[in-house]
C-alpha cells in the first residue's frame, strides 16, 4: 500500500502549489507592487525631464564657448561667438566662426566651425537674454583674441565684463533659470539659479 505526500491543499481555480511555489494570490501582489514602484519612478523622470534639458542646454552653451576659446589659441586666430533670438522658444541660437581675415566680423571668408539652436537640441529649453554685464543686447558677438581672452564685444571694444547669458524652460522647472558666466578670460562657467553681476 502507498501513501499519499501531504502537499497543500488545492487553491481556487484548482492549482496546487508545492512548498516552492506561489499562490495566484501572492502573484498577484507582488504585480501590484511592481506596478507601483514602475509609475512612481516613471512619475519622477517626467517631472525631472524639462530640468535635465535646461541642464543640458546651459552646459552646452558653456561648452562652444569653451571650444571657441580653444580653437582661438590652437589656430592663432580670432573667433567670433554669435548669439542670436534672445528669448525666442523656438530658435535662440549660438554660431561660431573662425575670424580667417582677421576684419574683426563676420564675413563670407570666415569658417563656421560649430552651431547650435537650442531649443531644437534641447526641447522646452531656450535662451532668455544675452548680456554685456548688465546691458542686453540682440544679436551679440563675442570676439576671443589669439590668446584665449574676449577682446571685443558687438563690435565696441572689449566691452564691460562678464557675459551673462541666461537660459530657462518652457516647462516649470527648480530653479527656473540657469545663467552661463563669461569672463575676460574666456573662461565659461554655469551657475544654478539667477546670476547678479554687481555692474
Known amino acids: 500500500m502507498t501513501r499519499k505526500k501531504p502537499g497543500r ?33 516613471v512619475s519622477s523622470l517626467a ?3 524639462p530640468k535635465m534639458r535646461l541642464t ?6 558653456v561648452q562652444k564657448f569653451q571650444k571657441a576659446r580653444g580653437v582661438s589659441v590652437k589656430r592663432n586666430l580670432p573667433v567670433i561667438v554669435t548669439l542670436a533670438n534672445a528669448n525666442d522658444t523656438s530658435a535662440s541660437s549660438i554660431t561660431i566662426f573662425v575670424d580667417e ?5 563676420v564675413n563670407s571668408g570666415d569658417t563656421q566651425i560649430d552651431s547650435v539652436t537650442i531649443p531644437s537640441n534641447f526641447s522646452s529649453a531656450y535662451i532668455v537674454s544675452f548680456k554685456e554685464c548688465n546691458i542686453a543686447s540682440d544679436p551679440m ?31 516649470p522647472t527648480n530653479p527656473v533659470n540657469f545663467t552661463v558666466v563669461v569672463e575676460r578670460s574666456g ?5 544654478s539659479g539667477d546670476y547678479s553681476p554687481g555692474c
Open 101 to 105: 581675415d582677421r576684419s574683426g566680423s
Open 56 to 61: 543640458g542646454a546651459t552646459n552646452d552653451v
Open 141 to 171: 558677438t563675442v570676439t576671443f583674441n589669439s590668446k584665449g581672452y574676449i577682446n571685443d564685444v558687438n563690435g565696441g571694444g572689449k566691452g564691460t565684463m562678464p557675459i551673462v547669458i541666461t537660459l530657462t524652460s518652457q516647462a
Open 187 to 191: 573662461i565659461a562657467r554655469l551657475v
Open 9 to 41: 491543499p488545492a487553491g481556487a481555480g484548482g492549482f496546487t502549489a508545492g512548498a516552492g511555489g506561489f499562490t495566484i494570490i501572492e502573484l498577484m501582489v507582488v504585480i501590484g507592487i511592481l506596478g507601483v514602484l514602475i509609475a512612481a519612478a
Open 47 to 49: 517631472g525631472n525631464l
